[in-house]
């Protein structure tokens, strides 16, 4: 136990010396100017062109006016351009497969959460079926919407950014696009062992062993064409969200095998284990793969590097310092240490140091230039998730502080809180990269630009009321648990009307999603109108010949 105790303290006086170190070498140059890498996203006279290929001809136009109406038309340098349609091409089969399958898992693990929901408030409904239970419907939700839906739409944006920002054509698509299948097949099958009733009981890690295995699998093979890349890049400097991708690519996999092992841990230990996994999955896996999506594309299309390049690496170099020790505080008064609880609170603290990093950093990038969202769909929703990942951060380090964790554990609040984050912030960022990347997969334009606004206004109202009303339900359910001379019945049932009304936004936000579903298989299809303007980086080649011809409009950088 000493030992113990010794080796997690000297961790994280290590962290604390290893930022300070950090600052320093920064602060003498060590990491260079900066300013090099964050303009690399960029080719000669990019920069001030704006670009969002979601958009619509008027929108780009007034979006350019917005952010800097002198800006002269891009001429297409076609070296670059072509290297970088060479590197697009190289991806697009395996990332619209990827980006394909995660809305299919969309769509699925959001009825999931629907019934989910209405369970919670109508328990005698649908009770017929042992597999829509809440027991099983539950579990089904989470893991569908964690490795279904978050996973496949993480990897499928990585897979695109990737080749770009390494400027080299990605190594060994047909290793990703089995990794891919394998991964699928895996989630299939957890989740109808779960619909079965069989299930390892530990949430996030329900999925028995062996659908875990091609999982494994899968997840290697998807993570080792990205690594192949990285070592044959053409770039001097890595961008930020090469960083992001690259460890996130490392830690996930680590994370999934030492949490899935069967009979390496029981009792408290399996517990500490569990939400070790629980939280480093969010921290250390979704994270990493918004942050980077959010670092590419909000300087891409407001045409404008980012605000600070060595504020981006303080960022992702403080969330591997800080983040790794945090997840003791899901057990805040659980049987465990407390200095194992109170590690884990000094540590959810301290994350206070990227979060405001990266905040600061990318708002500061998007100051004065908030009209740009009115036009550019990407950027709506981009911007908002950067936003919603800041106020998740925040309420997350005080969630995490024993005196409002005692208020708002087993409550409705930290499922309030766990949207915020892993919807709010990360699906938000997600559904901006499809709608950027789609059209340059597919060469095909949005069939209709008002399912997106539709889509933006169903999920933000749906999310909207769920969140307000589960954080106030949930606040008063805990006051209400804590006092001694109100029965327990009594704080389940005013919990009911808030329950309702998550249903009704959660109802929004599934409709919202069947609108996004249907507009992303119409462009799969390429229905709709032929506007192929804001799709393309390159003219489409003439009758028999192979030359593609750069376009020597705006929209055109990397
Ligand atoms: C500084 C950053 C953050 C801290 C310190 C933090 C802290 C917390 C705390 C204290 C809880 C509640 C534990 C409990 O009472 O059971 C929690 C739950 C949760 N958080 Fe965060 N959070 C942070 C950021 C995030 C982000 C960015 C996401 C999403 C990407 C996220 C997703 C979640 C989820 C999904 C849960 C629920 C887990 C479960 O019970 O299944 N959090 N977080
Ligand atoms: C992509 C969209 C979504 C994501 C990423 C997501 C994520 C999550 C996560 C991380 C949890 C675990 C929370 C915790 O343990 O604290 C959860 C639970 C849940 N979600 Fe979602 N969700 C999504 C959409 C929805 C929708 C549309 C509904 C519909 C109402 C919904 C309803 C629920 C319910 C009822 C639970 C269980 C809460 C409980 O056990 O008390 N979710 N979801």
């Known amino acids: ?85 060479r590197a697009d091409q190289s991806s697009s089969l395996v990332v619209g497969v990827c980006l394909t399958l995660s809305v299919f898992w969309l769509v699925l693990a959001s009825f999931a959460g629907l019934i989910a929901s209405i369970k919670l408030h109508m328990p005698d409904w649908w009770v017929g079926q042992a597999w829509l239970t809440f027991g099983r419907i539950r579990p089904i939700h989470l893991n569908l919407v964690a490795y279904g839906w978050c996973s496949m739409a993480g990897i499928g944006v990585a ?111 399996q517990a500490t284990m569990n939400w070790w996994f629980g939280h480093n999955v969010l921290g250390l896996w979704f994270t990493p793969l918004g942050l980077a999506a959010a670092y590419y594309f909000i300087p891409k299309v407001l045409g404008k590097p980012i605000h600070s390049y060595n504020l981006s690496l303080l960022g992702f170099w403080s969330l591997a310092f800080f983040y ?56 709506r929703f981009i911007v908002l998730g950067a936003m919603m990942y800041t106020a998740a951060s925040v309420q997350g380090s005080l969630q995490a502080l024993r005196a409002v964790n005692t208020v708002t554990h087993f409550t409705h609040y930290t499922v309030a809180h766990a949207h915020l984050g892993l919807y709010g912030f990360f699906s938000m960022v997600m559904f901006g990269s499809i709608y950027f990347i789609m059209p340059r997969v597919m060469k095909w334009e949005w069939p209709y630009p008002w399912m997106i606004s539709a889509h933006f206004w169903l999920v933000l109202g749906g999310f909207s009321v ?47 999603h069947l609108v996004f579903a249907l507009h992303f298989f119409m462009m799969g299809w390429k229905f709709g109108p032929r506007r192929l303007g804001a799709a393309l980086l390159a003219t489409p080649e003439p009758e028999g010949k192979s030359a593609t011809k750069t376009l020597p409009a705006r929209g055109v950088s990397a």
């Open 324 to 379: 790794s020790q945090v997840g003791g505080h899901h057990l805040i008064g659980g049987p465990v240490p407390s200095w194992l609880i109170t590690i884990s609170i000094v540590q959810s603290m301290m994350m206070m140091v990227p979060v405001f990093a990266v905040a600061i950093n990318q708002h500061l990038t998007v100051l004065g230039n908030f009209r740009a969202l009115l036009y550019s769909p990407t950027l």
């Open 159 to 269: 897979m695109w950014l990737i080749p770009r920002l390494l400027k080299t054509e990605l190594v060994g698509a047909k290793y990703a696009l089995a990794g891919g299948v394998l991964w699928t097949v895996g989630i299939t099958a957890g989740t109808v062992a779960i619909a079965m009733g069989y299930s390892d009981g530990l949430e996030w890690l329900e999925y028995p062993w062996m659908a875990d295995i091609p999982m494994i699998v899968g997840g290697a093979l998807v993570g080792f064409p990205l690594w192949l890349t990285l070592l044959r890049r053409k770039v001097e400097h890595l961008y930020v969200s090469v960083w992001y991708i690259a460890a996130g690519l490392l830690w996930f996999p680590i994370l999934f095998l030492v949490a899935n092992w069967p009979g390496l841990h029981f009792g408290v230990q």
């Open 466 to 512: 769920y969140f307000t009303g589960l954080s106030f339900g949930g606040w008063y359910q805990g006051l209400a648990m804590l006092d001694k001379d109100i029965p327990f019945m009594d704080s389940v049932k005013l919990t009911i009307p808030y329950l309702e009304a998550r249903s009704v936004g959660g109802a929004l936000m599934t409709l919202g």
């Open 1 to 85: 136990m000493d030992l113990t105790v010794g080796v997690l303290l000297g961790t994280f006086i290590l962290s604390v010396l290893a930022l300070f170190v950090f600052i320093a070498s920064m602060a003498k140059g060590l990491f260079g100017s900066g300013g090099a890498a964050a303009v690399q996203i960029f080719d000669k006279d990019e920069m001030g062109a704006v670009e969002d290929p979601a958009a619509t001809k008027k929108q780009r136009g007034n979006l350019q006016e917005a952010m800097d109406p002198g800006h002269a038309q891009v001429k297409g340098n076609s070296r670059e351009v072509a290297a970088r349609l």
